[in-house]
């Protein structure tokens, strides 16, 4: 396959190493050079296969209006932006394109998502989540707390949980949900030692969105199991 990765930060050049691994052709693009999407056109898309976007919230925005809107595949590791999704779906449809999105690509965090939502269904404690992330991360908290705190509302509706973000030099993410009673504490953590998983997790749903036959919309937290 042939992919199109845009964002050449730490994650995305991961992305773009781990495809190769996985005997896939890449073409790169720094952010930089691709300045408001003006680089992303029928010519350049031509016989790509999915686009990858690691980039910011801003021009992923950008990215994902000209890539869906040329009926195009696209996977987004980018958080940040999702107050646009009703627009990017709105795209999709119209354009026959095609997108996979998820605030974390890690399918160890997929499983902790799965585990909170079942804790989350206990009575009698209080839940607060914590996230740690590197001094460069943009925004706080993190999309994936945010997706904890999604998951235990849902099943606590109404119930306030408080987030704590940390930015503290090059750390990978990590994320702890605690729920404490009168009696005792669980805890349940993710502390990615790598940014790799999250690559291979965004190479997969690629290869994935890739297979696909007829266009859509999907979280990653809906297909990781079809990978």
Known sequence: MLFLVLGMGKTGSLVAEVARERGHSVRAMDINENSGAAAITPPTLAG???????????????????????????????????RH????????????????????????????????????????????????????????????????????????????????SHRVGDAKGEHVVTATSDVDVIELRHDAHTRRGFALGAVRAAEWLARQPEPGVWDFRDVFDLL
């Open 85 to 164: 999704m009703d627009a990017m779906k709105t795209i999709a449809e119209r354009r026959g394109g095609s997108l996979v999105y998820g605030t974390n690509f890690s399918i160890g965090v997929q499983k902790l998502f799965r585990l909170t939502a079942e804790v989350a269904k206990l009575d009698g404690y209080k839940f607060s989540i914590t996230e740690t992330h590197h001094t460069t991360k943009l925004d706080a908290p993190s999309g994936t707390a945010i997706t904890l705190r999604e998951i235990v509302q849902a099943a606590r509706p109404g119930e306030e949980v408080e987030i704590t």
């Open 48 to 82: 790509v296969d999915a686009v990858i976007d690691f980039t910011n919230a801003e021009a992923a925005v950008e990215n994902m209006r000209a890539v869906l809107a040329i009926g195009c595949r696209m996977v987004v590791g980018t958080t940040g932006w999702y």
